[in-house]
């Protein structure tokens, strides 16, 4: 299957500075990518998508001032959360897409936050 | 709108014996479905998937699932579990509109026993 890579794996910061993490396809052209969060024992939540040139589509409940996101090509999506705090802190998984409602969405790794 | 539930947040079993891992879903279209693995600290894989054509659906590591229509299920099997097999599973569906997210049940924790 395709491959999703994220880095960085694990990040630690303090509360009040802003932390990127990016999310690359590195093998097809993905031309959508969604982003989770996962908080620990608990399902992925759908925190927006991405599609590329275009602004991302976020859900009900998530801040997109606060978790800015970013597809500037086929390849790469960030997801930058600012001003972080504590209650940030989060597993964040990325997928991404082809076109088609058919096909698979492939996760990358995971970013793990922890937030001081 | 669509949903996924998974009975049994955590299931248990012994080496050597039959998986079963339930999902059910709902939808109000016809849905492509999927199962997921998570092994910790780490991203999902992909298991299996199901989109048209065969309702019985071969995956890796010895996986199948079935689409069963009338029971609006997609059930997970495995003849013999492995120590290996130790994971979360994770059911989602996904419509065939111009939304393409996937929905994710709760999660169902498996743990083989020795």
């Known amino acids: 299957g395709a491959v999703v890579s994220q880095h960085p794996s694990r990040v630690i910061c303090k509360s009040g500075t802003s932390v990127k993490i990016e999310c690359r396809s590195l093998d097809f052209q993905a031309t959508t990518m969604f982003w989770y969060r996962q908080f620990p024992k608990q399902s992925l939540m759908l925190m927006a998508t991405?599609?590329?040139?275009?602004?991302?589509?976020?859900e009900q409940g998530v801040e997109k001032d606060k978790f800015l996101i970013n597809h500037a090509s086929l390849t790469l999506s960030t997801l930058t959360v600012t001003s972080a705090h504590p209650e940030d802190s989060s597993f964040y998984i990325c997928s991404a897409s082809g076109r088609e409602p058919w096909e698979t969405q492939y996760f990358g790794p995971g970013t793990r936050l922890l937030v001081l | 709108a669509q949903s996924v539930t998974q009975l049994g947040s955590h299931v248990s079993v012994s080496e050597g014996a039959l998986v079963l891992l339930r999902c059910n879903y709902s939808s109000s279209v016809p849905p492509y479905l999927f199962w997921y693995v998570q092994y910790p600290n780490q991203g999902l894989q992909l298991l299996l998937k199901y989109t048209t054509g065969a309702t019985l659906v071969k995956g890796i590591n010895g996986f199948e699932a079935e689409f069963k229509k009338s029971e609006t299920s997609f059930h997970l099997t495995k003849p013999s579990a492995h120590m290996s097999d130790a994971a979360e599973y994770f059911c989602a569906v996904r419509g065939i509109g111009s939304a393409r997210q996937l929905t994710f049940g709760s999660g169902t924790q498996l743990t083989v026993l020795p």
């Open positions: 991405s599609n590329e040139g275009s602004k991302a589509t976020y």
